[in-house]
């Protein structure tokens, strides 16, 4: 199953490489790619109710507040739940949530960064002012306010989420704008008559492409913990859907009495779906910028 | 001279236009709220229409949409943020009272991200490739991916309840908080003020805990840039040089390179402080802090719409300072930042 | 540098040595609670009156043991043969902390000002609508005359409601809430309350009454349940008084360093209340169908493991001072209520689809699992949907009383000891703030006749049988369910050595009566 998955990624990664050979030696991006797909394939099979060994959301004839086991491997909750099936299923919302904040993030940042640097002037400067002001405040604190205004559930959480990243894109899409401007051969091509439009998808797109995917996986970590510490403050999703944050929200209250269990592995899942996130963005970053390896002594 | 005073002047001109934006994106993010937030203040309560709409007078929110955001910018121009509905009072009074736990925190936090980013980002660099940075490294990328409210739970359950080495929560422990008296309301100041070596240690042990968990993220992150130049800096013919005359590597590392190699990273902590004020919401909330984050928190709760609003600009002001503070003391450092 | 160090040295032997001189171990309280203002006009919440309570008194008061109604700074009492005038004659020589004398112009000055300021945040309601105006007879009798006759007035001027308590004329700013600035008759002075941190009290030596047993007490607030189990188990705290988990009550009762009792029964109810008029449980069938579903031995055992108790009416079982409580509502019956659903149209092919709202930190930390045990057992019958919906208190309140909800969880404490405080907020009093939206149910004048009668009878027999005629027309009406009563709350942990903890049913602790050796 799991060499299956090795060879697609690497099937993948040549055709979209084109078979270039400093990509297929990025472990890292590797192990990043295979924790993420291994994630969603796991949270995708978890809607089925024949995936998950026991009902994730209604189920008493487990005991209460059990360790781990063979029959339960992860041990039960207090509502004789199997919290194995709840940490298998409780990425739904999260995945949700962090690639539509991303996605929304990415297309609002990138297009005002396209139209910030194409237009330049007043507008410019007043879209960099605002970009950096949301740029500089607390993110986190940014993204509670948002939710407590826009009131729980997933297209708010996507929303307050999102807003938070769109500095990043706006950035790094102007920088290179300004850049393409500049350079003679897009005179040149402006001088054959190519309009903006034209200008944006063949060259500054591509050039882009490249650290608009790193920023957007390390946003991706970042939306995932974000979520997190949203339910766990209790911003998130109501019950009894499985959750993570909210699973660690509710082990808090029986972590004195001995029941390690119901936080640790729910914490255990977000760590390695925010790690592998972060990983695709090392390897990216990697790849990209060849200058960043390591120099020996 | 002149040069310094015109980049202050500057600097400080650019953080007025950034403020007014950052004020008026709360005043426009807190007015499309859904709901009235006289309603939200009575909780449930039927009054008459009269009273409502002298509620709704009094909270001058019956007003024009522009006379509300003018007043609502004077208001903060003279330090008025507003009354809380819960406490009925000023919400400046209520932060002033809780910041200086949150400050006291963040410092620590910040303290011990350094001491342990610096700490392992050297090592790491002084033993490429063996073992030990293997490890450093790992941590070094592993830490991010680490939510902070469950790394804060792990401690808690690890150093407090299983050992019993630490306090589980609050600021200060119960048997001394009667006759402790703040001055400053820096709980760490106050008691090395007071002198009494039991509080002292009492405070100080409440510390340990949060400030690793709100720095630990934060020593990731520094520990992977001192790595990343320390090795830059070690490779520089200033070091090889020093390494030919002879001295012994550890004099090279501490007295050539280190220096050096600190410059780039300094200039992160004004950042440092924005991701901070974002982790305390959470390393509060774990601990029983009671600063500006957790009031914020409450109030948002209990849809205490003064209270929301004053404690996010609060926090928006105190960044932009830090920001600007930062910058100022990092132009007299390294004279190449400056326009 | 070394300078420095020594100077603070100096400084921190003086400190230490003051500290020194004062220093009597002060008795320790954790609590998870919050005061929001003390402000006796504008303040409608648990522990800000414990707070403003333990500061000073009110006219009557209960006995803590007994529940006996007695005089507090009222010595005795005329009540005028027509039920519409109380004439107080006041104990001679009560002082307020500030040195102020309490006679009847400073009775009649804070109850005046107390209606007057009526906050947005008070519960001053309590009393307002019942007095129509206070005159003082002679410095120390003074009269108050009702808009109606009253028959529980005496209760209402009892400490329990803080818009009832009296304080200092000199200290208190006539006209604005003034959060923490007043001066009370004792048992205790204010000293310091720090925002979510603690309050403290020093005992007032001029109290009229009975000295308090501990000179110094600190209340430490944590903030939450998981904090405050700590705190007691490091002995960090003398005693614990709300709110511990239920897990950590189970883990205290077993802890043999820590004294664990249980002060039942509780005064304080849990229910589900529906929106009348919000389709679809604006079909009386669908609500009778849900009192046969709802399971409170599954809420019981795996959310509170049995520390609380069921309910099946709403009026609690402790006679007196509630009569006429009558068990009403039935055992769950999942057959009963396929058959009543299938009534109202509802089967496996079109179930039942509504929501169940709750607030998940108002009522501690079970709430989130109250909700998916409730929605379990009704989705149990195979015939209904449950989607559970949740919103921070204030959010919460704030829809409740614009009708947005149609199936909700709500709690309840007494605000006075009298069994109509049970079944009249919902039904008469206030329908719409509190969402059930009852006045617009057909039976509405029928609750309302029978409960302006029964407050209006001085027959405590008579009355019992109006307020048991309530209880079984709402088995029919279905404005609540009654589900379990916070016997939860009733709970106190404390050290070996702290005596004198214990709890009635007013739901307060009385500081002024625990010390320590």
């Known amino acids: 199953m799991t060499r299956m998955l090795v060879k697609g990624l690497d099937w993948i990664i040549r055709r979209v490489t084109h078979g270039s050979h400093a990509l297929r030696k990025q472990t890292i991006l590797k192990i990043g790619l295979i924790t993420v797909f291994l994630f969603l394939f796991v949270t995708v099979l978890a809607q089925y109710s024949w995936f998950t060994p026991y009902d994730p959301v209604y189920y008493r004839d487990a005991p209460r507040l059990e360790g781990p086991s063979i029959r339960h491997l992860m041990g039960t909750d207090q509502l004789h739940r199997d919290v194995f099936s709840r940490v298998i299923s409780g990425g739904r919302a999260s995945l949700i949530v962090a690639f539509g904040a991303v996605a929304l993030s990415m297309s609002v940042g990138s297009i005002l960064g396209w139209i910030s640097g194409f237009t330049g002037g007043f507008l410019d400067r007043c879209l960099s002012l605002v970009m950096d002001a949301i740029y500089s405040f607390p993110s986190m604190i940014l993204a509670i306010t948002l939710v407590a205004m826009f009131g729980a559930g997933i297209g708010p959480m996507i929303w307050a989420v999102g807003f938070v990243y769109i500095p990043t894109y706006f950035r790094v899409t102007r920088a290179e704008v300004l850049q393409v401007r500049e350079a003679t051969y897009v005179e040149a091509i402006r001088a054959v008559g190519a309009g903006n439009a034209r200008i944006i998808l063949r060259h500054v797109a591509p050039n882009t492409v490249n650290a608009i995917m790193a920023i957007s996986s390390f946003n991706l970590a ?16 109501p019950p009894p859907a499985p959750d993570w944050g909210f699973d660690i929200q509710n082990g808090q209250k029986f972590l004195q009495s001995g029941s390690w269990w119901l936080i640790t592995f729910p914490g255990l899942m977000i760590i390695a779906l925010s790690l592998g996130f972060g990983l695709i963005g090392e390897g990216i970053s990697d790849l990209v910028n060849p200058k960043r390896k390591r120099k020996r002594v | 001279m002149g040069g310094i005073g015109r980049y202050i002047v500057q600097r400080f001109m650019l953080t007025i236009p950034m403020l007014l934006i950052l004020l008026t994106l709360v005043f426009l993010i807190l007015r499309v709220m859904p709901g009235d937030p006289v309603s939200a203040m009575l909780g449930g309560r039927n009054i008459s229409a009269e009273l409502m709409d002298e509620y709704r007078r009094k909270m001058g929110v019956d007003r024009p949409i522009t006379t509300q955001y003018i007043e609502y910018i004077s208001g903060i121009l003279h ?3 507003g009354r809380s509905f819960r406490t009925n009072r000023p919400v400046v009074t209520e932060l002033f009272m809780r910041f200086p736990a949150t400050l006291e925190l963040a410092l620590f936090g910040l303290l011990f991200a350094a001491i342990f980013g610096f700490g392992t980002g050297i090592l790491s660099a002084t033993r490429v490739d063996q073992p030990v940075d293997h490890i450093v490294r790992i941590f070094h990328i592993g830490s991010f991916a680490i939510p902070l409210f469950w790394l804060g739970l792990m401690l808690q359950v690890i150093f407090a309840v299983k050992l019993g080495w630490l306090p589980v929560a609050s600021r200060l422990g119960g048997r001394i908080a009667f006759t402790f008296q703040s001055i400053t309301g820096f709980y760490l100041l106050d008691s090395l003020l007071g002198g009494n070596t039991r509080v002292i240690a009492d405070v100080a042990r409440h510390l340990v805990l949060p400030s690793i968990t709100l720095g630990f993220a934060q020593a990731g992150l520094l520990g992977r840039m001192s790595r990343a130049s320390m090795l830059e800096v070690l490779d520089q013919d200033y070091v090889t040089t020093a390494r030919a005359k002879g001295l012994k590597e550890w004099t090279v590392v501490m007295s050539h390179a280190l220096r050096n190699a600190l410059i780039p990273i300094v200039t992160v902590f004004g950042l440092q402080f924005a991701i901070l004020m974002g982790g305390a919401v959470l390393t509060e909330t774990v601990f029983s802090w009671p600063g500006v984050a957790s009031f914020l928190v409450r109030s948002i709760e209990a849809r205490d719409w003064p209270a929301i609003q004053g404690s996010v600009v609060f926090i928006a002001i105190f960044i932009s300072a830090i920001n600007l503070i930062i910058d100022i003391t990092y132009s007299f450092i390294d004279p190449r930042v400056r326009y | 540098m070394k300078r420095v160090l020594g100077i603070l040295l100096v400084i921190g032997l003086m400190a230490s040595a003051a500290v020194a001189a004062t220093a009597q171990e002060p008795l320790i309280m954790g ?67 500030d040195g102020a004398p309490c006679d009847a112009a400073a009775v009649k000055w804070s109850l005046d000002r107390t209606i007057r300021l009526d906050g947005p945040e008070s519960g001053v309601g309590l009393i307002k609508g019942v007095i129509d105006h206070i005159d003082v007879i ?72 009975e000295a308090p047993k501990s000179k110094f007490v600190i209340e430490k607030l944590y903030s939450d349940a998981a904090a405050l189990r700590a705190a007691i188990e490091a002995g960090d705290v003398d005693f614990v008084f709300r709110t511990l988990s239920p897990q950590d009550i189970t883990d205290l009762a077993n802890n043999p360093d820590v004294v664990l009792k249980f002060f039942p029964p509780s005064p304080g109810v849990r229910y589900l209340l529906f929106n009348v008029t919000q389709p679809p449980v604006d079909n009386p069938l669908v609500r009778q169908a849900i009192t046969y579903a709802v399971d409170r031995g599954a809420i019981i055992d795996q959310v509170f493991e049995g520390t609380v108790d069921p309910i099946y009416t709403m009026v609690p079982m402790v006679d007196p001072p509630f009569f006429g409580a009558i068990d009403v509502f039935p055992e769950r019956d999942q057959a009963q209520a396929v058959e009543l659903l299938a009534k109202a149209g509802y089967d496996a092919d079109n179930p039942l689809s509504l929501n169940l709202w709750y607030s998940p930190k108002h009522y501690g930390t079970t709430e989130a699992d109250v909700a998916t045990v409730i929605a379990g057992s009704l989705e149990e019958t195979g015939v209904v949907n449950i989607s559970i919906q949740m919103l921070e208190w204030g959010a919460y309140t704030e829809r409740m009383s614009a009708g947005g909800f149609d199936m909700f969880l709500l709690g309840w404490h007494p605000d006075y000891l009298e069994s109509s405080n049970f079944l009249a907020p919902w039904t008469t009093e206030s329908p719409e703030g509190l969402g059930t939206f009852f006045n617009e149910h057909p039976n509405y004048e029928a609750y309302k006749h029978i409960m302006e009668v029964a407050t209006t009878t001085a027959d405590a027999e008579k009355r019992s049988k109006l307020y048991k005629a309530i209880q079984m027309l709402s088995v029919q009406d279905v404005p609540w369910i009654p589900l379990w009563a916070m016997t939860d709350e009733m709970v106190m942990a404390w050290l070996p050595n702290v005596h004198g903890c214990a709890l009635n049913i007013t739901m307060d602790v009385h500081i002024e009566r625990i010390w320590k050796d």
Do not use: C
Request: aromatic residues 14%; glycine residues 6%; without cysteine.
């Open chain 1, 222 to 237: 970042d939306a995932i913990l974000t979520v997190a510490a949203l339910s766990f403050l209790g911003f998130g999703l």
């Open chain 2, 79 to 81: 330090g008025d943020f």
């Open chain 3, 138 to 209: 002679d410095p120390l009798t003074v009269k108050i005359t009702l808009t109606m006759p009253d028959a529980i007035f005496l209760l209402r001027m009892e400490e329990s409601l803080a818009p009832a308590l009296i304080y200092s004329p000199k200290s208190t700013p006539e006209n604005d809430f003034a959060n923490g600035v007043y001066a009370g008759t004792g048992p205790y002075k204010l000293i310091e309350h720090v925002p979510d941190q603690w309050v403290k009290y020093e005992a007032y030596d001029g109290y009229y009454g």
């Open chain 3, 31 to 97: 609590t998870t609670d919050r005061v929001t203002q003390l402000a006796f006009a504008n303040s409608y919440d648990h522990y800000s009156w414990h707070v403003l309570r333990a500061t000073t008194d009110a006219l009557m008061k209960l006995d803590p043991v007994t529940l006996e109604l007695k005089g507090a700074i009222a010595e005795s009492w005329d009540i005028s043969a027509d039920g519409m005038e109380y004439t107080f004659y006041i104990r001679p020589g009560i002082t307020f902390w």
